[in-house]
């Protein structure tokens, strides 16, 4: 079966600093898929990232990164100069490539972050 | 492009009544998921479903709910004779294909008093 642990439940930090959500999963299959997604305290969910399990590079966009690495199973989200707006709680998600496990998205727990001014 | 809609956003039942929640998929996506989201439970898969088909419902409570997505109109999640319990934000997705990120709309808050 399928896991996603986020081990941290919170995270406090002031403006500026960088700050880095951990990630952990578990899968038996070779072939799949991850994601975080990010809920602003309005509510909804919003897309941020998917990567598939043979894409193992970096990926940078803004002040967002992720590292993704197969031999920790670990797929780690860094904010750089965190803003007070990035105040959510993130998700991080996987799918499987089953003909329908593919469509089931496996939360995490989800990391509160807090960025104070 | 107008993203997923859900309506209504906030819907307060008593217990025994029924719910029903309604998800507009975005333009071009065939494939809709919905998920609930407990305080104690985190989000959890719900229903996976494409027009006219139910494709996975190993999330769903086995009573009291469906789910269906027409060949014409909105997907709907339906709870019947709900209780206390079912009192939770119930979100939606869609994607173009089954694999592809799901992207989700606002969710609907059911509370059950």
């Known amino acids: 079966a399928q896991k996603v642990t986020q081990a941290q439940t919170e995270i406090s930090v002031v403006e500026k600093e960088d700050v880095t959500l951990d990630c952990v999963y578990e899968t038996r299959d070779t072939t799949y898929y991850l994601f975080w997604y990010k809920q602003p305290p309005s509510g909804e969910l919003v897309f941020l990232i998917r990567r598939n399990s043979f894409d193992e590079q970096n990926e940078i966009s803004g002040r967002y990164s992720w590292n993704f690495q197969k031999s920790t199973s670990s797929f780690n989200f860094t904010i750089t100069a965190s803003q007070v707006v990035d105040s959510a709680v993130y998700f991080c998600?996987?799918?499987?490539?089953?003909?329908?496990?593919?469509?089931?998205?496996?939360f995490g727990e989800g990391t509160q972050l807090t960025v104070n001014p | 492009n107008a993203g997923v809609m859900q309506n209504p956003r906030h819907l307060v039942r008593r217990r025994g009544q029924e719910a029903r929640l309604r998800c507009s998929p975005m333009?071009?996506?065939?494939?809709v998921y919905w998920y609930r989201q407990l305080p104690e439970e985190g989000l959890k898969f719900m229903v996976y479903l494409q027009k006219e088909n139910i494709i996975d419902e190993s999330g769903m409570p086995k009573e009291r709910f469906s789910a269906e997505f027409p060949k014409e109109g909105p997907s709907i999640l339906r709870i019947q004779q709900v209780v206390r319990g079912d009192s939770a934000a119930y979100f939606c997705?869609?994607?173009?294909?089954?694999?592809?990120?799901?992207?989700f709309g606002p969710g609907t808050r059911l509370t059950v008093t």
């Open positions: 998600a996987l799918s499987e490539a089953g003909e329908t496990s593919g469509s089931r998205l496996t």
């Open positions: 997705a869609s994607s173009p294909n089954y694999r592809d990120e799901q992207y």
């Open positions: 333009k071009g996506h065939s494939h």
